[in-house]
């Protein structure tokens, strides 16, 4: 068990050379990153990049604040948005694992709420008309995406706006708890029945109300309790709290309109103090240290440093393509979302999955999975390559720069055996 008191500063572990990297070549990704940084396109960049257990390179460069002038710190915290959503599903699978929840349970078991779900059909946002959902949604469509529910923010449906008519899943901040938030959203139409479709959308939020319903716990108790603190991930959390975490804390910008502007000031951000709801879909703040320790516990099939999360076949499970039919989310119907290129891509239980690389047109392997955040942070890891990046850095949206597609191609063409 690693102190949880004194994280280790990320350094690299290894010679490059050793897991069969190119030194040199390591040199393109700073390239790609310090450009978006010097272009004014990102306030800043931290990056790394591990194999086979090592650390092989580890890269920080630009500002936490750039009007401050505020350099960005190896243990600088970020807004990590949909990054929660692999730490949520890792809980909902640890409550399987035990036997206390099943893919094919109903919501409405663990969320009365969601009894009786109706289905957009016709009219708008205003005088919307429904129908009776075919089947019930069940866990297995909150982890996959299949759920029928929506994101207040996507701006593609009628339902998106009748979310962001009740304040729900969109990036104004809003009062109500979790429970609240669950009561709600189960009055409201679906996109489509459970199943017959992929939406990107609040799911993950109801499967972090699910893990309280089935633990017991609220959402943030759980999560200290059986996985940041057996991982050592002592800066993850739904707020900043303390004043050494506050000096950490970055600050958030907006590319809006052909500029780029701060949005949310490290100083007088809402994350300086508990929220409302704690969204298992979106609320956390983290480190790049406790990410990575995270992302290496998921490599290893579950474990680090003897502190065992999941079983390795149940990892396995949750990074397989669970889509109907073993389709991709494009055969889907998911239209309009650009976290990431959609082509060739199937979805598991948490994270994207690559389906076929040359569908995707990046570079890749067959089963390597990940998943981004709105501030344009992401991870990757391919098992076959024994291979974990991750990148983070505050700017929204996340589709304003095709920073994810170069960093693959920068990082896979270091590889040399």
């Given at each position: ?244 975490r506050r000096d950490r804390f970055t ?140 990148m983070m850095t505050q700017l929204l ?21």
């Open positions: 068990m690693v102190d949880t008191m004194t994280p280790a500063p990320i350094t690299a572990t290894v010679d490059p050379r050793e897991v069969g990297v190119d030194p040199d070549r390591l040199a393109r990704i700073d390239a790609v990153t310090h450009d978006y940084v010097d272009s004014g396109k990102f306030p800043c960049v931290q990056f790394v990049l591990a194999r086979r257990g090592e650390v092989v390179h580890h890269d920080l460069y630009g500002h936490a604040d750039v009007e401050d002038g505020r350099p960005i710190r190896d243990d600088s915290i970020y807004r990590i948005y949909s990054m929660t959503k692999p730490i949520t599903s890792v809980a909902l699978m640890m409550l399987y694992e035990e036997g206390k929840v099943l893919l094919e349970n109903p919501v409405s078991r663990f969320i009365p709420a969601f009894g009786g779900l109706r289905v957009f059909e016709s009219g708008n946002e205003v005088n919307p008309v429904t129908r009776e959902a075919d089947r019930e949604m069940t866990v297995h469509d909150v982890l996959r995406h299949t759920s029928g529910l929506t994101y207040g923010f996507q701006h593609q449906h009628a339902v998106d706006a009748i979310y962001r008519k009740h304040n729900l899943g969109d990036f104004k901040p809003n009062k109500l708890s979790l429970g609240e938030q669950m009561d709600l959203l189960g009055t409201l139409p679906l996109q489509f029945s459970p199943g017959d479709g992929w939406c990107y959308s609040m799911s993950t939020d109801v499967c972090g109300a699910i893990v309280e319903a089935v633990s017991g716990q609220p959402l943030d108790e759980f999560f200290q309790d059986r996985i940041f603190e057996p991982l050592g991930m002592t800066d993850t959390a739904f707020w900043v709290d303390g004043e050494d600050s958030n910008y907006v590319f809006f309109g052909g500029n780029t502007a701060k949005m949310d000031s490290w100083d007088k951000s809402g994350y300086l103090k508990p929220p409302p709801m704690l969204s298992g879909g979106g609320g956390l703040v983290s480190t790049m240290a406790d990410y990575h320790r995270f992302t290496q516990m998921l490599i290893n099939g579950g474990e680090l440093d003897g502190a065992r999360l999941l079983g390795p076949r149940t990892i396995d499970f949750m990074t397989s393509n669970h889509l109907p039919e073993g389709k991709t989310l494009n055969e889907m119907g998911q239209v309009g979302f650009a976290e990431v290129a959609m082509e060739g891509l199937g979805f598991g239980l948490g994270f994207s999955v690559n389906e076929s690389p040359a569908q995707n047109g990046g570079i890749g392997s067959v089963g390597d999975y990940g998943w981004g955040g709105a501030a344009s942070t992401v991870f990757s890891i391919d098992p076959a390559e024994e291979l974990v990046f991750i949206p996340s589709s304003t720069y095709p920073i994810r597609r170069q960093l693959k191609a920068a990082v896979y063409q270091a590889l040399i055996d």
